[in-house]
């Protein structure tokens, strides 16, 4: 129990303190959200995602096991959430978003920080929740914008779409340099540190700050409660599952099972926004799951760090 404590108090409570911090300032200073959003995805976010992908060496065995992992959970998770919306007799819309919800994890902005304060020593960990990042976008682009227009929108411009995100070219030319062993001048490698650096800090301040505009008194209903019962609980006991299926240990089994108890992804809440296809329930999901992963997080850890020592 103590050392529960300890991984609560070291790795989420900071998170936690981030997060309330960013929802005080919004309500104080009332921030451009869309400018902070752009912010650290085309400059914190790719320098963060250079650096980790620059420095790790990872073996194509690993690559391949991670690979085979994420289709997997994600299969797996777009099959129970399916099967889940059939069974509480979901109307399509909000079937859709409920889908969403569990399949959409947020890897970004609340994962790689996490992983960053976990495997501070150990880059591989946190090279593995970039790559996740990687298939959870691509998963947000294709399935996450099906499940809510279906054939309003052409595959041609889905793929124009996530093709044009930084991090792609940022894990391109991190790979790519890593693979060739080719040196940064340091008045180019200062900069991107200092930019990676702040990178945790901006990412779960704007977190906050969008938390903070949601509503409470309505995210109790039955759709919400399922959708993070799902997400936070029976996800990363899938995930496990699936790690002992395959064998996996070490830091790459402690990564992959960490990941996949992350919340609900913010972009499954924009993404309802933009398509004006139950936002409110989409809204309070992100919200909901991001509170109560502040415990289930927390015990995830340490079984991650327990059973894969």
Do not use: W
């Not at 960990?125 to 990042?133: K, M, P, R």
């Amino acid at each position: 129990m103590m050392y529960l404590g300890m991984i609560f108090f070291q790795i989420v409570a900071p998170i936690l303190v981030l997060l309330v911090l960013g929802a005080i300032l919004q309500r104080k200073f009332r921030f451009n959200l869309k400018a902070l959003s752009q912010l650290i995805t085309y400059c914190f976010m790719p320098a963060a995602v250079f650096l980790n992908i620059y420095e790790t060496s990872m073996e194509l065995s690993v690559l391949g096991q991670v690979a085979l992992f994420i289709t997997l959970f994600i299969g797996s998770q777009m099959v129970l959430s399916h099967f889940l919306a059939k069974l509480l007799g979901l109307a399509k819309t909000e079937a859709a978003v409920f889908k969403n919800s569990v399949v959409l994890i947020n890897s970004g902005n609340y994962g790689i920080p996490v992983a960053q304060m976990i495997f501070v020593t150990q880059p591989i960990g946190v090279a593995i929740q970039v790559i996740l990042v990687i298939f959870q976008n691509m998963t947000t682009y294709t399935y996450g914008l099906y499940n809510l227009i279906s054939s309003t929108k052409s595959v041609l411009a889905i793929a124009k779409d996530f093709l044009k995100m930084p991090i792609i070219h940022a894990l391109i030319i991190g790979v790519t340099m890593n693979f060739f062993d080719i040196g940064i001048p340091q008045f180019i490698r200062i900069p991107i540190d200092h930019v990676a650096e702040g990178f945790i800090a901006v990412a779960l301040i704007t977190l906050g700050a969008q938390l903070s505009q949601l509503e409470i008194k309505s995210m109790f209903n039955k759709t919400v409660l399922v959708s993070c019962i799902t997400r936070l609980i029976i996800g990363p006991a899938v995930a496990l599952l699936i790690i002992f299926a395959l064998g996996l240990d070490g830091v790459v089994a402690q990564s992959l099972l960490i990941a996949s108890s992350f919340p609900t992804s913010r972009n499954s809440s924009s993404l309802a926004l933009e398509y004006d296809v139950e936002s409110a329930t989409a809204a309070q999901t992100v919200l909901f799951s991001t509170i109560v992963s502040c415990v289930t997080v927390t015990i995830v850890i340490y079984m991650a760090e327990m059973l894969f020592a």
